[in-house]
């Protein structure tokens, strides 16, 4: 079994949220597909935020998001904060 880890493509926002749907069994409701695509895009185009995914076979089992924070700390050096650790082990009947 061979585990890609990469970068989220745009198209993948759906097998994200379902990921995140075993991040917290009980979460406040999604707002309209509009709105979260909006969000989505803007996630996306920030250059401070990474969502790293791994796939096994063309199936998303993991995700994690990576913030890269602006700081005057430590000589002015940006840090990064590493969130939502989600596994998901893939359905072998799929």
């Known amino acids: ?10 198209e993948e ?13 009980v979460d406040a409701p999604l707002p309209s597909d509009e709105v979260l695509q909006s969000l989505w895009d803007s996630i996306l185009s920030d250059p401070r935020l990474y969502y790293i995914v791994a796939e096994v076979s063309n199936q998303l089992v993991a995700t994690s998001n990576l913030t ?10 940006p840090y990064g904060l590493i969130e939502h650790l989600t596994l998901s082990f893939p359905n072998p009947l799929r």
């Open 13 to 25: 926002l759906p097998q994200l949220l379902f990921l995140y749907s075993h991040l917290n069994a």
């Open 68 to 77: 890269i924070v602006p700081n005057l700390t430590r000589g002015a050096r």
């Open 1 to 10: 079994m061979a585990i890609t880890v990469r970068l989220i493509a745009r």
